[in-house]
């Protein structure tokens, strides 16, 4: 039995990776190529029906998605775009789900009121794992990135607390708005506290701990699931607490990490993530015959007329939002524009870059079969049936309608130092730090050892390669070429001494950890030199 499991995984793996290159080489963002994979495949002859556990996915795949992309975020940015973000991923979520509630309850026969705010808790939070995936295609300005990853660390949460609150009122037909606001402060608050508490907690253990960097990597693996689990188990918001922990862990991760935990975790999270992400989007696809087995009472028809109409609104809402959001505070002020007011272009993109995925799925998925009372849940069917189909619509039309407009709205980027720039301002401070503790603190060392005077020498010269680029920076197209020139020297270079290494091994005479060791270090000045996109 556990052969068949094991086959299976390394089945699915290997499929997805196939697919992921094949995407690639079509110039087809993954997650879209993906689902449309999937559904492909969903309808082979004889093939298994794939039901995904929603438990799957708020317990394997939220926690270390979220964690990862609190861990990247950037404080300065997420703190500089704060109200767009805020009001997208509470008051756009909160919105979406209150509009959803009564255009399904007026179109869906016997949709009740709280089943309509079921469905909207569902499809309300965008899914930036796909938007993303599509823009990094694009010279997309920082900001736009910014404010769609600052949203979904937020929404999913937003959105959860609202399914929760409906599907309670649903169960129990019992709901009290003014409870359901206090208990909603109340999760998500929490959730904030203990997330920030339990990650200060770990950063600490971790200081204390005779850890190497085999163990930090392993533990930065499991304290996103020890803080969503720690969270639900107190019935507060586990995603908030994910996301709050990795905030304060990446802020501190300088004092609590070393250089090589950091390199190794670094490499483990960026694999973790890409199949995490990949076999998500290729089991959205799967699901196809689990959906559509349960349409019953309604037909397919019926079901893809709800899920186009509710879409159309729903991306309606989206846009009029945004739109509102970044113009009404200057109309009713009538003062200059904010630091963080969005022009209509950066507005659009954002709007379309709403696209629904897993967390939507799941949500539907995780609606009980039985009340209580031993009766069908009800309308269940259809709610599943609907999602899945908005998945498709926004996931897939708006996926390829998307790049499609970019190549006509011409964003521009925010006037602010270019990060080339920025990057050799501050390495040329640190090393002119680091020459001036060499000076000051150990002149003699730097008189009579050979190997500090050598240290000091190479700092010096990098400084005035330093030097050189910045005056390269005044003229844009020979900085271009010089880069270019030096990136392609310096890679045959590495790339003789690896065939001299090479040699070396089939020498015999040196010791295998040595010579990995050698290779190590060229590979780290390749990436310093080409950068680690390139690789």
């Not at 861990?71 to 509470?90: G, H, M, V």
């Not at 203990?194 to 990650?199: D, K, P, Q, R």
């Not at 960026?270 to 696809?285: E, H, P, Q």
């Not at 010089?482 to 003789?496: A, G």
Request: charged share 15%; with cysteine; aromatic share 12%.
């Amino acid at each position: 039995m556990i052969h068949s499991y094991v086959s299976f995984a390394i089945l699915i793996t290997f499929s997805v990776l196939l697919l992921v290159m094949l995407g690639q080489r079509l110039k087809i963002a993954y997650p879209i190529f993906l689902v449309i994979a999937g559904l492909a495949i969903s309808f082979i002859p004889a093939l298994p029906s794939f039901q995904v556990n929603p438990d799957w996915v708020f317990l394997i795949f939220l926690p270390p998605i979220l964690f990862e992309a609190a861990w990247y975020t950037s404080w300065n940015d997420f703190w500089k775009w704060k109200r767009p973000i805020f009001l997208l991923a509470i008051g756009l979520v909160l919105l979406t789900s209150f509009v959803i509630a009564f255009v399904a309850q007026s179109l869906i026969p016997g949709m009740t009121l709280a089943l309509g705010f079921v469905l909207g808790g569902i499809i309300s939070p965008p899914d930036t794992a796909a938007a993303t995936s599509v823009l990094k295609h694009f010279k997309i300005p920082k900001r736009v990135n910014t404010i769609l990853e600052g949203e979904s660390l937020v929404n999913d949460a937003t959105s959860l607390i609202v399914f929760k609150f409906a599907l309670a009122a649903v169960v129990s037909s019992q709901f009290v708005f003014q409870q359901a606001v206090i208990d909603f402060f109340i999760v998500g608050g929490m959730g904030v506290l203990l997330g920030a508490f339990l990650g200060w907690l770990f950063t600490w253990l971790i200081r204390w701990l005779p850890t190497n960097s085999n163990i930090d990597t392993i533990l930065t693996l499991i304290i996103p699931y020890v803080l969503y689990i720690t969270a639900e188990h107190f019935h507060y918001s586990g995603v908030i607490a994910v996301v709050s922990g990795g905030l304060m862990m990446s802020y501190k991760s300088n004092r609590f990490l070393s250089f090589a935990a950091r390199l190794q975790a670094g490499s483990v999270w960026s694999t973790v993530i890409f199949i995490l992400n990949a076999l998500i989007f290729i089991l959205i696809g799967l699901q196809l015959p689990v959906v559509e087995a349960g349409l019953e009472q309604h037909t397919i028809a019926d079901g893809i007329r709800y899920a186009v109409m509710i879409s159309v609104v729903m991306i309606l809402v989206r846009f009029a939002w945004t739109y509102i959001i970044a113009y009404l505070p200057q109309i009713i002020y009538k003062k200059s524009p904010r630091p963080d007011t969005l022009d209509w272009k950066t507005s659009f993109v954002i709007s379309l870059a709403g696209m629904r995925g897993v967390v939507s799925l799941a949500s539907a998925l995780a609606i009980p079969l039985l009340l209580p009372s031993g009766d069908a849940f009800p309308h269940r069917n259809i709610l599943l049936f609907v999602t899945f189909v908005i998945i498709l619509i926004t996931l897939v039309g708006q996926g390829f309608l998307l790049p499609l407009l970019l190549r006509f709205i011409q964003l521009e980027e925010e006037n602010v130092q270019p990060e080339e720039e920025q990057e050799a301002i501050i390495i040329g401070r640190i090393k002119k730090k680091a020459v001036q503790v060499l000076i000051e603190d150990f002149p003699i060392e730097v008189e009579q050892n050979l190997v500090v005077r050598n240290m000091k020498l190479r700092l010096e010269t990098d400084l005035d390669l330093l030097t050189d680029k910045m005056h390269c920076f005044k003229n844009i197209e020979l900085h271009k070429e010089k880069i270019t020139e030096s990136r392609e020297i310096y890679k045959r270079v590495i790339d003789e001494q690896r065939k001299e290494l090479q040699t070396l091994k089939n020498e015999n005479q040196f010791q295998d950890a040595v010579l990995r060791r050698i290779e190590m270090q060229l590979d780290l000045e390749e990436a310093k030199m080409v950068g680690l996109h390139q690789g």
